[in-house]
């Protein structure tokens, strides 16, 4: 008896890997059998590495033709089972199903565009992002992308370039997993340019313990009527230092638009914020500048904060100049527990527990509340903290050469609860707390000068806890005959 054991749909090499031979039998005419197989089946196997397909054909002889009705087709893929040969180099120019972006710049380094299947288009990016090398470009094409997660980055020294600020669009209303839309952490060197972020469930693009970070041309958006279930950040830097942000637009954060925070060295530039529950926000950050920036629609146009609790205790060294701020008087829609869930409608400035601050040549305009606030944390109903190292008064602000126009002539509940005034509210309002052991001290007094109303007249004021007298004059308070310096302007090297 001869049995030959073979796999179906087979291949040579599969048959020579299977194949078992039992021979059992006295019979000549069996043995004769099994002894061509063998010799058949051994001289293919022996030519598996033979690049000629047909070598194991033609060694076995010219009594034996291959099959005249098997035409090799060098189309068909091998068997599955069988790995190809580690030592052959895949061909570069083989097709691999995807076709590869022409990015819209020669300076880019990787080309993106959106598909009709989200999930290989998202695919696509986190790859660009997690196999970035430092120096790399990686573009966006103009389209709707639709991401169901963050894109998240930690290489030093990228740059992520989008076609154009209204035509490329990074949609995360469907995202179920992160909360970011961009999350950028621990690099030196970033930026970010001519591109729109909307709808994260989170913050729009963070970007925190970093250096040398750079925000352009960009919109963070969120579509709809602004609602506390939106992000709470449109840009977000944070624990970071030698920051720009600048010609940007965000709407619809439910705590601020642009946020800069327990930072130093930064410049906020020629941004748009508006529908926000605060425009712009410094918090417990050092040496920045918030320049000629346009404010409307928020509750509150821009926030100098310094907080308790906080890594980074300071926050000074910052000046406010030359923006255009006026009608914020958007409802408060902060997340419960926010601490912007506090800033009264109506805003346009408002100051709290920060030092060496300087508020010079800015349009305040039409507020209902309060036209420039100026306030200790202590009075701001919040739990007790735990922080020896904060410290809560204002002290050497510089408010001067502003226009405020309009202001606190329907004060919402919270700004006259905070304030124990009735309607209408002055111009500009200091809680007037200050350290009473550094009192007599010139250098810790808050000075107010050339601050006019539209007609030239000037802006009304307020000592609401004056150490005696009448807390409306501003005299003891009018650094007009001899002004201090301004704060220096913040300026970077490669500007």
Not at 104 to 110: A, K, P, Q, R
Not at 205 to 217: K, N
Request: charged share 25%; aromatic share 8%.
């Amino acid at each position: 008896m001869v049995q030959i054991l073979v796999a179906p749909n087979f291949s040579t090499p599969r048959i020579c890997e299977i194949m078992e031979y039992t021979v059992r039998s006295s019979k000549p005419i069996y043995l004769f059998i099994a002894l061509v197989a063998v010799a058949f089946f051994a001289v293919a196997c022996s030519d598996d590495d033979d690049p000629d397909p047909d070598a194991g054909v033609e060694d076995v002889g010219p009594d034996v033709d291959p099959d005249p009705d098997v035409d090799p087709d060098p189309d068909v893929d091998p068997d599955p089972d069988v790995d190809p040969d580690p030592d052959v180099d895949p061909d570069p120019d083989a097709d691999t199903g995807t076709d590869p972006v022409e990015p819209f710049s020669e300076d880019c380094t990787v080309g993106l565009e959106p598909g009709a299947d989200a999930s290989a288009t998202y695919a696509a990016a986190i790859e660009a992002f997690v196999d970035a090398e430092p120096g790399d470009i990686i573009c966006f094409n103009d389209g709707h992308y639709e991401f169901n997660d963050q894109l998240s980055l930690t290489q030093d020294h990228i740059e992520i370039w989008g076609e154009s600020r209204d035509g490329t669009i990074l949609d995360f209303a469907e995202q179920d997993a992160g909360s970011n839309g961009i999350d950028v952490q621990g690099v030196d060197s970033f930026i970010i340019e001519s591109l729109t972020v909307r709808n994260t469930p989170g913050n729009g693009i963070e970007v925190r313990d970093s250096t040398g970070i750079h925000f352009d041309d960009l919109v963070v958006e969120w579509e709809g009527e602004p609602s506390e279930d939106n992000g709470a950040y449109g840009l977000y830097p944070v624990k970071s230092n030698t920051i720009i942000i600048e010609n940007t637009r965000v709407f619809g954060s439910s705590d601020a638009g642009i946020y800069l925070g327990q930072s130093e060295y930064g410049v906020i530039r020629h941004n748009e914020v508006h529908g926000n529950v605060a425009g712009i926000e410094v918090e417990n950050s050092s040496h920045v500048e918030v320049y000629e920036n346009e404010a409307y629609d928020n509750t509150g146009g821009i926030l100098v904060f310094n907080l308790p609790e906080l890594e980074r205790a300071e926050g000074d060294f910052t000046r406010v100049r030359d923006n255009e701020i006026y009608d914020n008087n958007r409802e408060n829609f902060a997340a419960t527990g926010a601490i912007v869930g506090l800033v009264p409608q109506g805003s346009g400035v408002l100051i709290v527990s920060v030092q060496d601050v300087e508020i010079d040549n800015n349009e305040i305009t039409d507020h209902d509340s309060i036209g420039i606030g100026i306030i200790n944390y202590d009075i701001l109903p919040q739990p007790d903290y735990d922080d020896d190292d904060y410290y809560p008064f204002v002290e050497r602000l510089r408010v001067h050469s502003n226009l405020i126009v309009n202001s606190g002539n329907d004060p919402d509940q919270l700004a006259l609860e905070l304030t124990g005034l009735e309607a209408p509210l002055p111009d500009m309002i200091w809680d007037g707390i200050v350290n009473t052991e550094e009192n007599g001290e010139d250098e810790r007094w808050n000075c107010f000068w050339d601050n006019v109303d539209d007609e030239g007249e000037p802006s009304t004021f307020v000592n609401i806890n004056p150490p005696e007298g009448d807390g409306m004059d501003l005299g003891p308070y009018d650094c007009s005959d001899d002004p201090p310096e301004s704060l220096p302007p913040i300026a970077f090297d490669d500007e």
